[in-house]
């Protein structure tokens, strides 16, 4: 929204450096004086340097948000081998347990045969 906001702002300053630039070519053409040439070019250069301010505002806020999309994905990145790591980690745990669990179903029919048989 930032970054949004501050584009629309640069889309005004566009705008407004648009039609004083306008002004200032109608002016010439109609051999505007000179105080009012000078204003004219006064301005013009204002908006010019709000506009490199703008530009510089927006390629720092990009560059932020960029650095902050980098370390989200980073961190995701890390929480996802976290996450496999711990799934392959039970899968293990019941591998094992299942294993167990076969053993002790096998002794458990040994010990039956052998009491039946007893």
């Known amino acids: 929204r930032r970054l949004e906001t501050c584009c629309e702002e640069a889309d005004d300053e566009l705008d407004q450096a648009k039609k004083e630039l306008q002004k200032y070519k109608e002016a010439v053409?109609?051999?505007?004086?000179?105080?009012?040439?000078?204003?004219?070019?006064?301005r013009l250069t204002t908006l010019q340097q709000k506009g490199q301010e703008e530009k510089k505002k927006l390629e720092e806020q990009a560059k932020t948000l960029l650095e902050q999309k980098e370390k989200a994905e980073n961190q995701?990145?890390?929480?996802e081998d976290l996450?496999?790591?711990?799934?392959?980690?039970?899968?293990?745990?019941?591998?094992?347990?299942?294993?167990?669990?076969d053993q002790a179903k096998k002794e458990l029919q040994k010990y039956k045969e052998a009491v039946s048989h007893g």
């Open 29 to 42: 053409s109609h051999g505007a004086d000179q105080t009012e040439l000078e204003t004219l070019r006064t």
């Open 76 to 79: 995701l990145h890390k929480f």
């Open 83 to 101: 996450h496999w790591r711990e799934v392959r980690r039970l899968e293990t745990c019941c591998e094992e347990a299942d294993d167990e669990l």
